[in-house]
């Protein structure tokens, strides 16, 4: 028997996590599993709040795909297209031509990207908060701007680079508002010229509530603890325009803010535009609760989709609720789907997804936390406890944890790094500028 060529669009959570199951589970004459991703790593992003406030090394928040997933081919490139019809992607490698990828099960896993509005001046001033790429900017452009307002005599100048803007409150916006105040607030000792009062730390959330995840009163806890610490916390409020960084707020307030981060949410990959796949009106790909792609009632034999691109129904509650997009549904679904695919691969019927959310952990900077699990609330240095040993042993690879923990260690003995590496941003720069001084040498003997 040929084996069946499973092809996974994503290496993220679901695809990391389908990827590894259906390599150990199924023989190689059974199956050959081919993983196309963009980025050589899966990018562990509960962790992200953490690399950007510098508890732990960017790197250690991701996981090779290379070193991990040694048993299926590794494509570095874009899905850009799926003819499931065909039964052929499209893949866009780093470099090079596209070319056509033939398979017979196809796990769609692109995640999601930031859901922005066309606000005025955010396409320009803003920045998103779900790439490794962007943590480490986000660190470097905070710690600069600590540089810059103590480097200045103008008090404008000063105001703007010390102003920080956050928009949305779900627990990526929170999460990283909170952990980059602590961060700053850590560095500021290193500042004689600044005082923490002239920090301006800004959260614009447009409902009137924060951390939707957990129970009011933990939402209200949260803001209760950001507002102790000096936050301006904005509830009912939104982002009306930010051209040149004059940011307007629907509260009739405006200020200037060097740093505009969007956190209000996200929307599934638009590469699915791009497939023959059927979708839902919120552009998630319609699945059935065994992960099986299926379109006005009927399986799309052969498609399998998970996590924050699809809409897979939550049989923990009434019909028409849906699984949330977060990392505790993406990776048990990817485990689900690997099973049943290794199940109608073998002739048997595939089985049901049913996971009820046990609830969120969120961290507030260090020692300092909210969290609700299965009912039960958790606040300040115990729910940070129960955030680092939950995500502690939810990130893949022993390897990782090892080093999450000895992070963490050092940053406990020695203090976090709090030094800003913006020439990472722009290496080439001083090199350009050596170039140019140096007189061209054409025709000189
Ligand atoms: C800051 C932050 C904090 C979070 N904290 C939590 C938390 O505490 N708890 C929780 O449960 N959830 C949390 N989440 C949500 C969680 O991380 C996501 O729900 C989860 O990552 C979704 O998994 P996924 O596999 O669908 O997508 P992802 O993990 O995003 O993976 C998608 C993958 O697809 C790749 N890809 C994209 N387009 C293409 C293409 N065209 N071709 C090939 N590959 C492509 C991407 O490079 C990526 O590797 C957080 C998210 C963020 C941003």
Redesign the pocket.
């Known amino acids: 028997m040929k084996p069946q060529r499973i092809l996974v669009?994503?290496?993220?959570?679901?695809?990391l996590y389908a990827a590894l199951r259906l390599s150990k589970k199924l023989r190689s004459w059974e199956a050959e599993v081919i993983v196309?991703?963009?980025?050589p790593h899966?990018?562990y992003?509960?962790f992200?709040?953490e690399a950007a406030a510098g508890n732990i090394s960017p790197r250690h928040t991701v996981v090779p795909l290379r070193r991990e997933l040694r048993r299926c081919t590794v494509v570095a490139g874009?899905?850009?297209r799926i003819e499931h019809a065909r039964r052929t992607a499209t893949v866009q490698p780093i470099i090079g031509p596209a070319r056509e990828i033939r398979y017979d099960h196809v796990i769609v896993?692109?995640?999601?990207v930031s859901r922005t509005l066309p606000i005025p001046g955010l396409k320009e001033h803003g920045i998103g908060?779900?790439t490794i790429g962007e943590a480490i900017y986000l660190r470097n452009h905070v710690l600069d701007r600590l540089d810059v307002a103590a480097a200045t005599p103008d008090p404008d100048v000063r105001r703007c680079a010390l102003t920080f803007v956050f928009v949305g409150g779900g627990?990526?916006g929170i999460?990283?508002l909170a952990e980059m105040e602590d961060m700053a607030r850590d560095a500021l000792r290193y500042y004689p010229e600044l005082r923490p009062e002239e920090m301006h730390w800004v959260l614009v959330e447009a409902t009137q509530r924060v951390l939707p995840e957990v129970d009011r009163d933990m939402g209200a806890y949260t803001v209760a603890q950001l507002l102790k610490r000096g936050l301006d916390i904005r509830l009912d409020t939104r982002l009306e325009s930010c051209v040149d960084g004059l940011v307007r707020l629907s509260d009739g307030d405006s200020f200037r803010a060097d740093t505009i981060v969007w956190t209000a949410g996200v929307k599934p990959?638009p590469?699915l535009e791009h497939t023959d796949l059927p979708r839902d009106d919120r552009g998630r790909i319609t699945c059935l609760p065994t992960l099986q792609v299926v379109r006005d009632g009927t399986v799309v034999e052969g498609a399998w989709s998970?996590?924050?691109?699809a809409a897979v129904p939550d049989l923990t509650k009434p019909p028409g609720n849906y699984c949330s997009?977060?990392?505790?549904h993406?990776v048990r679904q990817a485990v689900r789907m690997a099973d049943n695919i290794r199940a109608v691969i073998r002739g048997r019927t595939p089985v049901e997804y049913r996971h009820r959310h046990a609830g969120?952990?969120?961290s507030l900077g260090l020692h300092k936390g909210v969290a609700q699990v299965y009912g039960i609330k958790l606040k300040g240095f115990p729910a940070w406890v129960m955030h680092r040993t939950y995500?502690m042993s939810r990130i893949p690879s022993l390897n990782r944890k090892v080093r999450v923990v000895v992070d963490w260690t050092l940053a406990f003995f020695l203090r976090r790094e709090v030094v800003a590496l913006g020439q990472l941003h722009d290496p080439r720069e001083e090199f350009v500028e050596a170039s140019s001084a140096v007189p061209a040498r054409t025709g000189e003997r």
Not at 9 to 15: E, F
Not at 36 to 39: E, H, K, R, S
Not at 306 to 309: P, Q
């Open positions: 669009v994503g290496a993220g959570h679901v695809g196309v991703d963009p980025q899966m990018t992003q509960p992200l709040p874009s899905v850009t896993a692109p995640g999601s908060f779900k627990y990526a999460e990283a990959s590469m998970a996590g924050d691109c997009p977060s990392a505790q993406a969120s952990v969120a995500h």
